[in-house]
């Protein structure tokens, strides 16, 4: 018995040396993609920039919508496995901040946002890919 719980533990070891993952992919870097949102009926491009560390995720934002709307701030956020809770906070304070619940796979980064906080609704997708 003990010889097989031993090659078992070897043969787990070996396994996590070549590819386990804790779910925790490093999601530090840059990240662009589309906002879509519903309410307004308008869509752009934001670019992330992230910094990842164990739990926490923090990083900067900017999204850029046709017709000259152009807006940014920074990113407070966690990280589980393999999902992204996260606020997208102005750094004007008349733009609504955001709560973005994003999953991630592979170079992919994406999810569901709404405003909070906001006078008016507004909700929508963010779906990035690394760069």
């Known amino acids: 018995m003990k010889k097989l719980v031993r090659t ?20 530090t870097g840059a990240w662009v993609g589309s906002i879509n949102q519903v309410v307004q009926e308008r869509a752009g491009t934001i670019r992330l920039e992230l910094s990842h560390s164990g739990a926490s995720l923090g990083g900067r934002w900017e ?18 496995s393999s999902s992204v809770e996260a606020q997208l906070v102005p750094d004007d304070r008349d733009v609504c901040p955001y709560a973005w619940t994003a999953t991630f796979v592979g170079d992919r980064l994406g999810g569901p946002y709404e405003a909070f906080d906001c006078r008016v609704e507004i909700f929508g997708r963010i779906e990035t890919r690394r760069q």
């Open 8 to 27: 078992f533990a070897l043969s787990l070891v070996l396994f996590c040396a070549t590819g386990c993952r804790d779910g925790s992919d490093d999601l």
């Open 63 to 80: 999204i850029e919508i046709p017709g000259d709307l152009r807006w940014g701030g920074r990113i407070d956020g966690s990280v589980t």
